[in-house]
Structures are given as structure tokens and as C-alpha cells.
């Protein structure tokens, strides 16, 4: 009874410490994500958060961050659309990976984060050619942030990018950019806190490149 129980233990540490080195090894991806800047920046984290993915096959967020990753190149290359289809695929293919392994029922506000970079990364979609894929990939960008919204109506990143919308959309087909700086405003009142650790908190950076603009 007394080696049944040590084996027991020891397969507890081992579980406690892999768990922990996977959890280090995420927060210290994270981190570097909140200095990216660049594509460069944000190819080499997404590599790195897809082999975080393979160890930690019941966490969603690997698969979040690789595919936020994704969409943030496809904003970089906004001017030069012919470049962003690669990444905006494989940003798709990574967000249904991260939806697979969330309930939908109990972790709403999870699957919030997700529909919001569903958002961005459909958005990047439209920057390939907006002639060809404006109507049929900026409806389902605009379906996903609404979800997101409904999901969790004071979420900071899905209010960022209702703002982004909402800015760079021409008047004549309801852009605002009054209304853009007031959700810009709220996204940012709720970012000023400076959340860490793994969870998303991304967001104040680009409501003040936003706001910037608005000014």
C-alpha cells in the first residue's frame, strides 16, 4: 500500500510539473507577443505557439494566439494584399482548432475572444482583393464581431475592433469615425488596468494607434 501511494505521488509531481513548465512556457510566448511589432515579430510567435499547441493539446489558447498572430500580419499587410492569403488561411484552420476545445455552453466569454480574431482575421480576407471578396468576407467578419458582442458585450478586443470597423469603413456605407473614437474610448477604459498572464488582454496598444488616427 505504501509503494502504491509513492508511485501515486511521484505521477502527481510529474503531472504538477509538466503542468507548470507548459503554463511558463505559454506566459513567456505571451509576453514576447506583447512587444511584437513587426512580421517578423508575429511569424516567429506563431511558430512558437503551434509547437506550444502540440504539448498542450487540451488548451485553446496556443491555437488563439497563432491564429492572432495571423490576423496581425494581415493588418500589417493591409497596403499589399497579394501577401496576406497564406497567413489568413492558416488563421482560420487555427481558430476551429481553438473553438474544438472550448464548451461553447459554459465558456461564452472564451469563445468571445475567439469570434473577435475570427473578425480580424476575416477582415484581413478582404484586404486580398476588396472588389472580390469585400461583400462575402466583410459579412462574415461583421457576423463574427457581433457574436462576439452578444457573447460578452464589454469585451475590450471585440470593441477595438467594432471601433477599427467602424473607422475605416466610408460614411456612405456606415463608417463613423465619431463612434469609432467613442468605442475606441470604452475598449481602452477597460484595458487601463494592464492586465497580464496567459488570458487575452491584448488591445490597449491598438486603441491608441486607433485613437492616434482620430485625433
Given at each position: 500500500?505504501?509503494?502504491i ?13 509538466g503542468?507548470?513548465?507548459?503554463t ?7 509576453v ?11 511569424e ?15 488548451s ?7 491564429a492572432?498572430c ?5 493588418f ?5 494584399g497579394?501577401?496576406?492569403?497564406p ?26 475572444e ?5 473578425s ?5 480576407k ?13 459579412t462574415l467578419?461583421d ?7 452578444q ?18 469603413t ?9 463612434q ?5 474610448e ?11 498572464g ?18
Amino acid at each position: 500500500m505504501k509503494r502504491i501511494s509513492i508511485t501515486w505521488l511521484l505521477l502527481l509531481l510529474i503531472t504538477a510539473g509538466g503542468f507548470a513548465q507548459n503554463t511558463d512556457a505559454l506566459q513567456g510566448a505571451v509576453v514576447k507577443l506583447d512587444k511584437a511589432a513587426s512580421v517578423k515579430d508575429y511569424e516567429s510567435l506563431e511558430k512558437e505557439f503551434i509547437t506550444l499547441a502540440a504539448s498542450q493539446k487540451s488548451s485553446w489558447l496556443p491555437y488563439y494566439y497563432a491564429a492572432f498572430c495571423n490576423a496581425k500580419i494581415g493588418f500589417l499587410y493591409k497596403e499589399d494584399g497579394e501577401r496576406i492569403e497564406p497567413y489568413s488561411v492558416r488563421g482560420e484552420e487555427q481558430l476551429a482548432k481553438a473553438q474544438s476545445l472550448l464548451d461553447t455552453i459554459r465558456q461564452k466569454q472564451e469563445l468571445a475572444e475567439v469570434y473577435t480574431v475570427y473578425s480580424m482575421v476575416y477582415r484581413t480576407k478582404v484586404f486580398i482583393n476588396p472588389m472580390t471578396y469585400g461583400r462575402r468576407y466583410g459579412t462574415l467578419s461583421d457576423k463574427f464581431m457581433k457574436q462576439a458582442l452578444q457573447l460578452d458585450p464589454q469585451n475590450p478586443r471585440a470593441l477595438y475592433v467594432q471601433a477599427w470597423v467602424k473607422y475605416a469603413t466610408p460614411r456612405m456605407w456606415g463608417g463613423d469615425k465619431q463612434q469609432a473614437r467613442e468605442l475606441a474610448e470604452k475598449s481602452l477604459s477597460r484595458l487601463k488596468n494592464g492586465s497580464t498572464g496567459v488570458a487575452p488582454h491584448w488591445g490597449k496598444t491598438e486603441d491608441e494607434e486607433l485613437l492616434n488616427k482620430l485625433k
